[in-house]
Structure formats: structure tokens, C-alpha cells
């Protein structure tokens, strides 16, 4: 085999979005597994946001990507060569791969696909790591009940939609927000959200207190700064506010924006509470079943925005995380090397 | 009786610490008692930070004191007229009698006291609505455990005194934020803190990793700002951080500064709850009774910062609050009237 590595190591840790010198474009010859080993190439790479916490220097819930690495991420692809027993050339298998074209495993921490469930991409968004965030956020951390209002904040990226879908099949109501008409209609018309609010209309207190005339009940943010801020004055007594992320906050160039309301916890008797899906691993499964239920009945949609490109095209690609232009979950799907 | 009741009334509200101005000082006849009524004659005023909120326009978990009125505060009187079946002249009653001479009261959220128990400023600190704050905000929202370091700001204040030695009692490490080195010396050495930080120093961030090297189990927090988004840097995995007040944003002339280190909440995978003591009433009599046992045997020590002087020194004592200068629970005593 002469096939060669193609990756991105992070090159210098950036400040604010991530550029071109921020990143370093290496090809290498491919390695060969040794015994107990064996060979995947990645065809589907996951972007997510939490990918850009992972490039900053100091203490955080996995040690960041070091200068000259090979940049951190989830991805899907095929084993191609063996030496491992419990994996076979051809099998489909999920894992943090990091960004390039091969990657060598001993089988620690990486699960195999079966995609006869559900298409590929759908591994790495509503029955994957996205998926799973969403389920063990909303429903282990958030706890609501039937009948109350949950309000979920980047409500169409890959977590939000699959969170605020959740709260609707548990009975709350499920309001979204997102950025622009495109978007909240999606929520509301295809994933059944009862509302959406379009944050960039710049009204967002007087649409909350529209579309959440009760109280918050609970709050899944992913986006942090101001509109973490504008949720904390509308919650309900004894509210639960899930930390999932805060992706308005992570190209700052300045010291982040803490919430400045979040002396209403106290008005509210209401809690904030982080999380990681890591520390569920022992409930994977139940979920992924759980959420496959639900999709194969029509209650769950999943949509994947799978750009279709070259390795080389992924510095590119993963901007249009912070620029809110995917819907659903953003995926790299990358074309056979030429 | 041609008593005259003395009263401070809310004139404005206070941009930043109260002044002169925001206050109208009024005499006038003390009413009598109706049927089912009794008079009492308020000999303690309760000085709390949480007063100053009460201050403020807006949406709290009380509605704010009006202009023109009667300022609110906690104070504890003798009954003196009664034409009430359960109240007689010369029983110690406690309540929320507000900043004046005498109240007119039909019983309703008026306590007893039983100055046998205790001298009757006690009633207003440890085994008042301070000790009960320190109480339930501990034991049923931190939940510490033992072993656990505690850290507690405001720690020389009339709540954080109480907290820091009941987690002491309950076999938790217990660390102390004050300002200044003779209430660290009192923290330590008479209280049983197990360290005491004094902020002035300067050197906050050093210090508590000096003084919670294992990272802080239980924050139970009375100042908000800086000190709040020091404490957030040293969580321990599954931290509680309790919300029981921000002094040190309760006089600010801008928007109160939020947390920007609430992300440490994901990363440690804790919690920041807010609580009231007012939730608590089915349960007064329990911890009141915990709190008396722990005080008789000389585990609990409460200290009153007893004021003696007229109500019209009301304006000046409550300041002492927000220049840091008393050490346990402010009380202003009264003197006789002249």
C-alpha cells in the first residue's frame, strides 16, 4: 500500500476565529497497523464546536490539541486493513480520528457502525456524540416534565434540534432559537418545535416573554453571552439551566461574558448545571436505542448538512460553525483521494 | 399612650450605596391595636445585605419596598398592647417589623422568642433567619460531605460565619473568604475555620490553592464578582456552588458583573443553584433546634455586632454592611426612646 496520510495539525493556537496560519497542511505515507492494530480510513468527519475549545491552551475537560498535533475530532470511516481480531477490513467504525485521511487504532474507545439502522452521517449526528449530548443534556440534566417549556438556544445546529425534538416527545413545550427565518421555519414546520425565535430580528426579551409567557423551565444553551442572559430573566421558579455550550463565546478575544442575570437563580430558586456525554458512556446504548426508536418513528428527524470536499477543505468548512450557516449537523464528507 | 412611632421611609431609590437623600426620616403617633391586633415595640433592627436589594425596582423574589414607605427590615420587640387572644404584653416576638419604633401586627409570620434560650440578638443571627439561611443553603443545597472542602466568601458576615462552622461540624474542610486580617484571625482561631483567605491581600488565586488543593467541593458564596470567578477556576469535579448573595455587586452603578468563568461549570461537570430561605418554613423548627443544640454545646459560636443607638442612626449603621465593617450579625439596638 503506498496511500498517503493527508491532515491538519494545528499549527499555533489562534485568537479569535481560527486562520489559515492558525493551521499546517501535512501529507505523509500512510502507517501500517502492527499486531492488534488496524487501519481505518476516515470518510465522514465530524465538526463540532467544542473542536475550537480544544485548540486553546489551559485546564479544560480534555487536555488541548498540542502545537504540531494532529487536530482532535470525531469522524466515521472503513477499516481497511486488520491485524486486530475483533475488527474486520470493511467494517464501518466511529471514533476520535482527528482530521485526516487515516488513522491507525487499537480498537480503544471506538464503536462499530451498523449502518443498515441509518445512513453513515446519521452515526456522527442524531444517533452519534450529537445525539447523545442532546439526551443526556435535556432529559438527565434539564429533567423536565410534561407541560413545561423548554427552551433550547442554538436550536438549529446539530445538539439544539435534537434536543428541542426530545422536550416535544416528552411532552414540553419546545421553543428554538436560532439565527434567521430559514431556520426557525425549519423548526417549527419540519421538527415540530411549538415556536422559534429568529434571535437576529434583536427582540429577543419581548419574543420570549411571547413564546415562554410561563416561565422557563428549562434552559439547554449551547450559545452562552447575551442570550444566556436575556433566559435567565424569563425563568420559572425552580428552573434548571443545562450548560451545554457557548459557542457565541468561543472565538472571543477578550475575557469571555459571564452571565450578568445570574442572580435570577437566586430570585428563582433555579439551578445551572454543566455536563460532558463522556461521563453517560455506560448509557450509550439505552439512548442510541432509544433515539433509533424514535427516529424509525418518525418522531425524531435528524438532518445532516454533509459538505462534500477534499481534506484540504476543512479549515474552511469548519468557519461555517461560527458563522451559523449549517443547519443540523455539519459534516465533512470526504471525496476518494484522487 | 402618647407614644410616637419613629420611622425611615424609602424617599428614593439608591443609584449605588444609599445617601442621605434616599431617606425620610417621620414621627408620628404609634397607632393602637384593633382587635386581634397587638402593638410591638421594636428594641432590634435586623441589618442584611439582602435589604439593599429590597431597594431596587424590578422583578425580585419580593416585591421592592415603595417610595414613601416603610423600610423593610427584620427586627425583634416586646409585645406592649394587645387585644390579640395568642400575644401578651411583654413576650419577645420576632418578624419583619420594618426600620421603625413600633409595628402593628395580627400575628401573621410573627415568632416567638424564647430569650431563655439565647439573649434575644441571637434570635436575630444564629438562631434567626441568618442561621437558617447558612442552614439550608449548606446542608440541603450544597450538601457537603465529609472530608469535602467547603469554601465560604463573606465569611466574617452574619450567614458565611454560620456556614463555615457548620461545615466544620459536619466533618468538612472548611475555608473562609473575609477582608482583612482580624477577621481571618477570628475565622481560625475562634470559629475552628479550618484556613481563612483575606481578599485584600491581593492574592486570591494563590491562595485558594494553597488553602483547597484538591479544588472546592461546596462554594457557598455571599459576594458575587471577582471573588465568585476565582472560586469557579478551582472547582472539583461535581462541585455545588450555592448562591446566597453578591454583595459586592448590590451597590454597583452599572450592570452587575457576571461569572465569566461559569464555563468551569461543564468543565467540572457543577452546578450554581440559587436558594431562599423563605422556602424553607415547614423546616424552621428543625433547624432551629439543630442549631440551638450545636450553640449549647459550644460548637456553634454566633457573634452579634450589636449597634446601640437611636433609630435615626438607622441611614449610617446599615452602611457598615457594604464598607465590610462588621464581624458577624449587625444589629442595631435601640435606646430607649428619650
Do not use: L, T, W
Given at each position: 500500500m503506498n496511500a498517503v496520510n493527508a491532515q491538519w495539525r494545528l499549527a499555533a493556537r489562534p485568537l479569535g476565529l481560527p486562520k489559515d496560519s492558525d493551521w499546517e497542511y501535512v501529507e505523509?505515507?500512510?502507517a501500517e497497523p502492527a499486531d492488534g492494530q488496524f487501519r481505518v480510513a476516515v470518510e465522514y468527519l465530524s465538526l463540532d464546536p467544542a473542536m475550537r475549545g480544544w485548540m486553546n491552551e489551559g485546564r479544560s475537560y480534555v487536555p488541548p490539541v498540542g502545537i504540531g498535533e494532529v487536530m482532535r475530532?470525531?469522524?466515521l470511516g472503513r477499516v481497511t486493513e486488520s491485524r486486530h481480531p475483533d475488527f474486520s477490513v470493511g467494517e464501518h467504525v466511529s471514533g476520535v480520528f482527528g482530521v485526516q485521511r487515516y488513522v491507525i487504532s487499537d480498537g480503544r474507545n471506538v464503536n462499530r457502525v451498523d449502518t443498515s439502522l441509518a445512513p453513515a452521517p446519521v452515526h456522527l449526528g442524531a444517533l452519534g456524540m450529537t445525539g447523545l449530548t442532546a439526551y443526556f443534556g435535556l432529559l438527565d440534566v434539564g429533567r423536565p416534565e410534561p407541560g413545561q417549556t423548554v427552551v433550547v438556544s442554538g436550536a438549529a445546529g446539530a445538539v439544539g434540534s435534537v434536543a428541542g425534538q426530545i422536550a416535544r416527545i416528552k411532552g414540553c413545550r419546545a421553543v428554538g432559537i436560532a439565527g434567521g427565518p430559514?431556520?426557525?421555519a425549519w423548526l417549527v414546520e419540519e421538527l415540530g418545535f411549538d415556536a422559534a425565535?429568529?434571535?437576529?430580528?434583536g427582540d429577543l426579551r419581548a419574543d420570549l416573554r411571547r413564546h415562554a409567557p410561563d416561565g422557563v423551565d428549562?434552559?439547554?444553551?449551547?450559545?452562552?453571552?447575551?442570550t444566556l442572559d436575556e433566559v435567565l430573566r424569563r425563568l420559572a421558579r425552580g428552573a434548571r439551566v443545562v450548560i451545554c455550550g457557548a459557542i457565541s463565546q468561543y472565538n472571543a478575544r477578550e475575557a469571555p461574558r459571564g452571565p450578568a442575570n445570574y442572580m435570577q437563580l437566586l430570585v428563582?430558586?433555579?439551578?445551572m448545571t454543566g455536563f460532558l456525554v463522556f461521563d453517560y458512556t455506560d448509557r450509550y446504548g439505552e439512548a442510541i436505542a432509544q433515539l433509533a426508536g424514535w427516529r424509525r418513528a418518525g418522531e425524531l428527524r435528524s438532518r445532516e448538512d454533509v459538505v462534500r470536499g477534499d481534506l484540504e477543505d476543512f479549515p474552511e468548512v469548519f468557519l461555517r460553525l461560527f458563522r451559523g450557516e449549517n443547519t443540523g449537523k455539519l459534516i465533512l464528507q470526504l471525496d476518494e483521494p484522487s
Open positions: 505523509e505515507p500512510a475530532a470525531f469522524g430559514a431556520k426557525c425565535i429568529d434571535y437576529k430580528r428549562v434552559y439547554f444553551d449551547n450559545v452562552g453571552g447575551g428563582e430558586r433555579a439551578s
